[in-house]
């Protein structure tokens, strides 16, 4: 049973398929402020209702790994548009491992006027780097109230959920190993290849 009061909830590693209890239990949080997803699938059908039901809701956290799928990597706008589209008032976000495109984030910067902080290490599918001199200033072009950018190709040094991702099995330690090193960062396309070579190993 979900409180009416509930301000923040967590939720790690739940491999059910939750998909109506999502949206059961977030109409119970009117006064939901926080949201953290770790390892655990969540529909856009819940994040849309999370945008009709949790008026409070500041901080949404979803995070996860691109190879935690069997039918992943693949480019996934639907969580991302999702957001942009029905939290607006988001002040704090936070997608490591979020498989979306540069379309799902201009929609989350064209929907979202009101985020401070913005998380995207991991997201491997973005292009924001290749060629840009300057992707952090791009990203607060479309969104003069962001103060705190974090890139794709960040370090997870210091990230709270970084063992349940880098831990994940073997092939994640070898794939994120390089975020705790800034000078073995290999470019983007090396890196959506050794995914797409990933995936075909289940």
């Known amino acids: 049973m979900v409180s009416s009061k509930l301000r923040r909830l967590e939720i790690s ?6 998909y109506e209890s999502w949206i059961e239990a ?29 008026p409070m809701l500041k901080t949404l956290k979803l995070n996860d790994n691109p190879l935690r799928n069997r039918e992943f990597p693949r480019v996934a706008n639907e969580r991302a548009i999702a957001i942009g589209e029905n939290l607006c008032e988001l002040r ?11 379309i799902g984030l201009e929609v989350i910067l064209d929907g979202c006027r009101h985020l401070e902080s913005l998380e995207l290490r991991a997201c491997f599918y973005l292009d924001l780097e290749e060629g840009d001199p300057d992707p952090i200033g ?16 960040d370090s997870l040094s210091g990230c709270i959920y970084r063992e349940f991702l880098y831990n994940y099995d073997d092939r994640i330690k070898t ?8 000078d073995k960062l290999p ?16």
């Open 13 to 18: 590693c739940c491999y059910e398929d939750p």
């Open 26 to 54: 977030l109409k119970k949080c009117p006064l939901l402020e926080e949201l953290s997803i770790c390892l655990t699938d969540i529909p856009k059908e819940a994040i849309e209702t999370s945008g009709r039901c949790c």
């Open 92 to 102: 704090h976000l936070e997608l490591i491992g979020d498989n979306m495109s540069n």
């Open 138 to 153: 791009k990203i607060k072009c479309l969104d003069n109230n962001i103060e705190c950018v974090k890139l794709p190709k």
């Open 175 to 182: 794939f994120f190993g390089f975020l705790d090193d800034d």
């Open 187 to 202: 470019n983007m396309e090396e890196l959506r290849k050794t995914l797409a070579s990933l995936s075909m190993l289940e």
